[in-house]
Structure formats: C-alpha cells, structure tokens
C-alpha cells in the first residue's frame, strides 16, 4: 500500500533534513548498497545513474529519508535504525 505521507515526508527530508537525519540516511545506503534488490538505471537523456529499490520500487535516494522505522520491504534497516535511536525520540516526542 502507497503511504504518501510517507512518500512525501522523505522527498521533503531528502532536501532540508538535519544533521542526524542525514547521517541514518547515510547509514541506510550503505546497507542498500549490499542488498542484492539494489537496481541501476541510466538514463540516456540526463546521462545519470538512478538506483532504486526492486522490492517497491521507490528510489533509494529518496528511500533512506522514509521517516518510518525499518521502512525498507526486506527489513534490513532495523539495526541501523535502532543505532541512530536519537533520530527516533525526536520524531516521536510532542
């Protein structure tokens, strides 16, 4: 199911997000680039590279700024997550 406040949320973040914020994202590509579900795409009129995710689809530069906990399909982000726990306590505080 398409969470778009989820979608939107991390297209967001990919550009204005804080110091921490960019270090999980960091984190989370890195575990990406490992994960045979990792796909490439050049495109020939903008001659750029492109990853995306073949579990749902979402490019990964994008993906690693989801503001859900562990949001990659095949859970690999649960221990990095859990890692970057100040990132959490300030999402989820009033």
């Known amino acids: 199911m398409i969470d778009i406040k989820e ?11 804080n110091n921490e914020t960019k270090q999980l994202a960091k984190d989370r590509l890195e575990v990406c680039k490992e994960c045979p579900s990792l796909t490439q795409m050049f495109r ?14 979402c490019p990964i530069s994008k993906k690693i700024f989801s503001p859900n906990f562990d ?3 095949l859970g690999k982000w649960k221990n990095v997550d859990s890692k970057n726990i100040n990132v959490w306590k300030k999402k989820n505080t009033i």
């Open 7 to 17: 979608i939107s949320q991390a297209w967001w973040d990919s550009y204005f997000a």
């Open 44 to 57: 020939k009129i903008k001659k750029i590279n492109v990853a995306s995710c073949g579990e749902c689809g």
């Open 71 to 73: 949001a990659c399909p």
